[in-house]
């Protein structure tokens, strides 16, 4: 099988996730490759996301570490086997590989949820604000990369899976263009609230004792609970959490933040009274 020179977050996930069987199963890797009759370096690529996986490979792996829940063996078969050649892939090779992963974890999530504290959501960005957004990136970049980040972005919103967000007051008053911009954007976001598969609240600046106020976090949900993903921003790109501890504890801030959040009415109403200020 081809080995692969940059496997994407998806093939990684599904290679962490026969690691972690061969390991629960106390197997070696060299043990593992001999139950295969394969050599060691098979296996090393194959847990490496270097190399793929068949069904039928999968599937005795999956004997041989003793795993029984058919469900998640459904599941990481179907993410080995998946063979989806998405929109995204008309920029690999013009943007960096997160923006790439971004989009092929969008169109296999099952849901989202986010926490915004001093922007709006990409998902929720006008093209305006999206480029005011990306113009502040330093070092600066060219225009072409500039229209390349904000299409992308654009194409990334045609998404209608189920979308949880709640977003700071914080997020909905920094102008980070102008105030043309900003109403713009305020009267953007409250159109979307009316959407079927989204779900807007907002975080007031009244509200006492709230200490998450840079929990910004975006949790995307898999085919089951221990599939789910948390992306998280970092100064040279995005990072994607999985281990379960992280998952349960994102799990919980997400409930926290959402529990002190006004309700879905309220938040419009918010929004709108935002929208009159300027």
Known sequence: MTTRREPTARQLR??????????????????AAA???????????IESGLSGVSEERLRRLASHYACTDGEFIDALVAMATDRTRGWWEEYRGLLPTPFLDMAELDHHAAFHQEVAILHVPGRLQTEAYARAVFSSRVP???CEELELRVRHRMARQASDTPYEVVIHEAAL?????DRAASKAQLA?????????????RVVPFDLDGFSRASSTMMYVGGRLPKLDTVVRDAPHGSIFIDSEA???AYRTRFRKVHAVSLDADSSRDAIHKLAKEL
Request: aromatic fraction near 0%.
């Open 14 to 31: 599904l290679a962490v996730e026969l690691r972690r069987l061969r390991e629960a199963s106390g197997l070696s890797a060299r043990q």
């Open 35 to 45: 139950l295969l009759g394969v050599s060691p370096v098979q296996v090393s690529h």
């Open 140 to 142: 600066e970049l060219t």
């Open 173 to 177: 008053r920094i102008r980070v263009s």
């Open 188 to 200: 953007r976001l409250g159109e979307l609230s009316e959407a079927d598969h989204i779900t807007l």
């Open 246 to 248: 992280q998952l349960s």
